[in-house]
């Protein structure tokens, strides 16, 4: 699904945590795809094997663009991932090899290496170096399998203890490590509660961003229910020269197709 502006063309994937959950996951993939979704994303792939998401993904024609590293169990320090977990070293390297195992038989191109909580007992600087030498060991497997890993900031209002701060630490990760193998995943919706000032900082970050996702504040509904002005935000981005994909991750409140009219005039 494609929105064109006079500045260029948004690609747009349907976020199958989000959307279509008025249907049980395994028929989300068909029900985006007769939207005109030929790109998904699934933030969680674990709880199917990899030949039955094959077997999905290629009956609907769709490419799956984006997956998560494993999180913990809800209620857990590590639901929200393990990265800043310095006593889950164990757990967070588990996840990564199992992402870059699912990204490599079912051909996802980026994964996003969820941070996670930082825990509070751990001095701030401790969990903040131990993070990044997370990230540098990923990135050393993600480079060798050809996988691009992405950084999330997760607002402070959803997740108050999250440990990345914002999408310009994320950035400057990214470009410690290694920017040709690390970037952002900038989302609309995080970047307006965490501060705003969204085409500015989309432009600044654009050399380091690795996937965009959309929502609108507050609420985190359907692009246009709320206060983003995301026909001049959209229009910035086809703009920008970004060429990935745009993930929709957010509630549609009803029915996933009667939310989608935002997108416009749409080809598939």
Same mark, same amino acid.
């Given at each position: 699904?494609?929105?064109?502006?006079?500045?260029?063309?948004?690609?747009?994937?349907?976020?199958?945590?989000?959307?279509?959950?008025?249907?049980?996951?395994?028929?989300?993939?068909?029900?985006?795809?007769?939207?005109?979704?030929?790109?998904?994303?699934?933030?969680?792939?674990?709880?199917?094997?990899?030949?039955?998401?094959?077997?999905?993904?290629?009956?609907? #024609?769709? *490419?799956m663009v984006l997956i998560n590293t494993p999180a913990?169990?809800?209620?857990?320090?590590?639901?929200?991932?393990?990265?800043?977990?310095?006593?889950?070293?164990?757990?967070?390297?588990?996840?990564?090899?199992?992402?870059?195992?699912?990204?490599?038989? !079912?051909?996802?191109?980026?994964?996003? !290496?969820?941070?996670?909580?930082?825990?509070?007992?751990?001095? #701030?600087?401790?969990?903040?170096?131990?993070?990044?030498?997370?990230?540098?060991?990923?990135?050393?497997?993600?480079?060798?399998?050809?996988?691009?890993?992405?950084?999330?900031?997760?607002?402070?209002?959803? *997740?108050?203890?999250?440990?990345?701060?914002?999408?310009?630490?994320?950035?400057?990760?990214?470009?410690?490590?290694?920017?040709?193998?690390?970037?952002?995943?900038?989302?609309?919706?995080?970047?307006?509660?965490?501060?705003?000032?969204?085409?500015?900082?989309?432009?600044? !970050?654009?050399?380091?961003?690795?996937?965009?996702?959309?929502?609108?504040?507050?609420?985190?509904?359907?692009?246009?229910?709320?206060?983003?002005?995301?026909?001049?935000? !959209?229009?910035?981005?086809?703009?920008?020269?970004?060429?990935?994909?745009?993930?929709?991750?957010?509630?549609?409140?009803?029915?996933?197709?009667?939310?989608?009219?935002?997108?416009?005039?749409?080809?598939?």
């Amino acid at each position: 699904m494609r929105r064109s502006f006079p500045s260029g063309e948004v690609r747009f994937a349907a976020n199958l945590k989000w959307l279509y959950t008025e249907h049980p996951l395994e028929e989300r993939f068909d029900a985006a795809a007769s939207a005109g979704f030929a790109a998904v994303e699934l933030a969680s792939p674990y709880e199917l094997t990899v030949p039955r998401l094959r077997s999905l993904l290629d009956a609907a #024609g769709q *490419q799956m663009v984006l997956i998560n590293t494993p999180a913990g169990p809800a209620g857990t320090s590590t639901a929200m991932g393990s990265a800043f977990t310095p006593s889950a070293r164990e757990q967070f390297r588990d996840g990564v090899m199992r992402a870059l195992e699912y990204a490599a038989e !079912l051909s996802v191109p980026t994964v996003h !290496l969820m941070a996670g909580a930082k825990p509070e007992d751990v001095d #701030g600087a401790r969990a903040f170096a131990g993070y990044v030498a997370n990230v540098v060991w990923a990135a050393e497997r993600a480079r060798a399998a050809g996988v691009t890993l992405v950084l999330e900031a997760i607002n402070k209002r959803d *997740q108050p203890g999250y440990g990345l701060e914002s999408m310009e630490a994320a950035a400057a990760v990214a470009r410690e490590v290694d920017p040709m193998t690390v970037g952002v995943l900038f989302d609309f919706y995080h970047a307006q509660v965490g501060g705003g000032n969204l085409v500015e900082r989309f432009e600044a !970050l654009r050399p380091w961003i690795g996937h965009v996702q959309v929502a609108d504040n507050p609420g985190r509904g359907r692009p246009g229910s709320g206060e983003i002005n995301y026909d001049v935000v !959209l229009s910035r981005v086809a703009a920008s020269g970004y060429e990935g994909w745009v993930g929709c991750e957010y509630d549609p409140a009803g029915p996933t197709d009667e939310s989608l009219a935002w997108i416009g005039e749409r080809t598939s």
